[in-house]
């Protein structure tokens, strides 16, 4: 198989999650765009969606499933999203498609995080993908100046040319260089840096289970 059909195999597989009669919390990528469109199989039985992303969102409306405002929702039993890295204790790097703040929001307010991705993205160690962190754009030379103290080389994303800009009007940072063997305290520690929104590594909010899609079929870790 691909890396496409993997991704859609979890995505499907990602169903038997799904807590009838509840709302779901959808994250945001290709390998949730396949469980989106497999979750329209049974919009009839749930309450709804809380989106991390406008484009999820988007996905979510056109196929005709309600999405709720996180502040209208107190507990959301299952969160389901992709992940960039994942390392063998649930701890994940996310990002990638820029969504990074408002897929740990939703995370945060999840019960569970069902994370489904293919096989190339479980790793030892944390951190051969850039670690992707969200922060408010003037202070990003000087995160850029934190990063590089510690070893990391911090390129501000871009896109057609100009910064990136988040779904929240920030800018986002992408940290190579950097084996994060201690997630929790890197995370920790990142976030307490003034400027930064967000840093995509999702430690404190990691998955409880992960669905791996393989050659030989889904393969499920539970952390």
């Not at 000087?142 to 990391?152: D, H, S, V």
Request: glycine share 8%; aromatic share 4%.
């Amino acid at each position: 198989m691909n890396q496409d059909e993997l991704k859609a195999l979890v995505g499907q597989a990602a169903l038997q999650y799904v807590v009838p009669g509840e709302i779901v919390g959808v994250g945001t990528g290709s390998t949730v765009n396949k469980f989106i469109d497999a979750l329209a199989s049974m919009k009839d039985r749930i309450a709804g969606a809380v989106s991390s992303s406008v484009a999820s969102t988007a996905r979510l409306q056109a196929l005709h499933i309600r999405v709720f405002d996180a502040n209208d929702v107190d507990q959301i039993s299952v969160y389901i999203d992709g992940a960039d890295e994942i390392d063998p204790a649930g701890h994940m790097i996310k990002g990638g498609g820029a969504a990074l703040t408002r897929e740990k929001i939703v995370a945060a307010q999840s019960t569970r995080f069902i994370c489904i991705a293919d096989e190339s993205k479980l790793v030892t160690t944390l951190g051969a993908f850039p670690v992707p962190v969200e922060v408010i754009p003037m202070a990003a030379r000087r995160i850029e100046r934190q990063f590089a103290a510690m070893g990391g080389v911090a390129k501000l994303r871009m896109k057609d040319g100009v910064p990136l800009v988040t779904d929240n009007q920030q800018c986002i940072l992408d940290v190579s260089g950097l084996a994060i063997k201690d997630p929790l305290a890197f995370e920790s520690e990142v976030n307490q840096w003034p400027g930064v929104v967000t840093v995509g590594i999702f430690a404190h909010q990691k998955a409880a289970v992960c669905l791996l899609g393989t050659s030989s079929g889904v393969k499920t870790l539970t952390f």
